[in-house]
């Protein structure tokens, strides 16, 4: 199914519904929250979903799971997804908390097949099959650790945001700790009390994330790691590797094809389909 609202599928008897959506530049889904879990798959580009635990930023390659009943929001640019709907009663996956998943070739072709099924397809025919098939897969994706924490506190918040849009791997401790007027080690103890992270482990994670999406673009490395603020592609390649165990250059090859959807940029935070 395409661009459907779930409001009019929600209470339709089958545990699983998968529903394509095509997104305008820009859409900004406000915060709300589904009966269903909800696994959100954009096939290219950079989503952002934040809840009140945080943000996630999810990059090409992979989806986020969101459990039933989760506040959640989401910002997209051009984006197209395909999302799964699943009753509380058959999640494929237990927690509380969002997660980033990695989406595997088949779970991916398996997701664009789903979409194209009705609302009543066959439980116990190939659609049927199918459906459990895509669930299992759901189930058994590894959780990546692809998320940048966004903090309480409004004036760092606001940083982190402008970051996340522009981000430069030179950028400075001290040039934020001045522009909250506090000293580089209060900073320091700060930032780690706001996110869980150092500031120069938020600044390299939120430099891959946007590496990633930049990547998945058609970007090349060169323009990417110049981009950033690297001396040079060799720098950035070897940052790229420690964190991904792979050259930026076989991720690039190794990106969907054109069908599994547009390409879009974004921006943090966002949130799934309504």
């Avoid at 990059?59 to 709907?85: C, N």
Wanted: proline residues 7%; contains cysteine; charged residues 20%.
């Amino acid at each position: 199914m395409r661009n459907q609202s779930l409001e009019s599928l929600d209470h339709t008897p089958r545990e699983v519904l998968a529903i394509g959506t095509d997104y305008a530049p820009g859409t900004l889904l406000e915060t709300h929250s589904h009966r269903r879990a909800q696994f959100l798959y954009g096939a290219t580009g950079l989503m952002e979903v934040g809840t009140d635990d945080g943000a996630w930023v999810v990059p090409p390659h992979s989806g986020v799971w969101i459990p039933a009943g989760k506040p959640h929001r989401v910002r997209m640019v051009g984006v197209s997804t395909r999302s799964l709907y699943i009753e509380p009663a058959a999640v494929p996956r237990r927690g509380a908390l969002c997660e980033v998943l990695a989406v595997s070739p088949l779970l991916r072709h398996l997701l664009i097949e789903a979409t194209e099924l009705p609302a009543l397809y066959d439980r116990r025919g190939r659609d049927g099959l199918l459906m459990d098939l895509t669930l299992q897969e759901v189930g058994r994706a590894a959780a990546l650790p692809f998320f940048a924490p966004l903090p309480g506190d409004d004036r760092l918040a606001a940083l982190c945001i402008a970051f996340l849009h522009r981000p430069d791997v030179r950028t400075s401790p001290i040039a934020w700790a001045r522009q909250l007027h506090q000293s580089e080690r209060t900073f320091s103890r700060f930032f780690r009390a706001q996110t869980g992270m150092s500031f120069l482990e938020w600044r390299r994670q939120a430099c891959l994330l946007s590496a990633m999406a930049q990547l998945a673009t058609g970007r090349s490395v060169t323009a990417v790691a110049l981009e950033l603020g690297y001396d040079s592609p060799g720098a950035f390649s070897t940052m790229f590797r420690k964190k991904l165990g792979q050259h930026p250059s076989n991720f690039i090859l190794a990106k969907p094809s054109s069908s599994d959807g547009a390409a879009f940029n974004a921006r943090c935070p966002v949130t799934g389909d309504r």
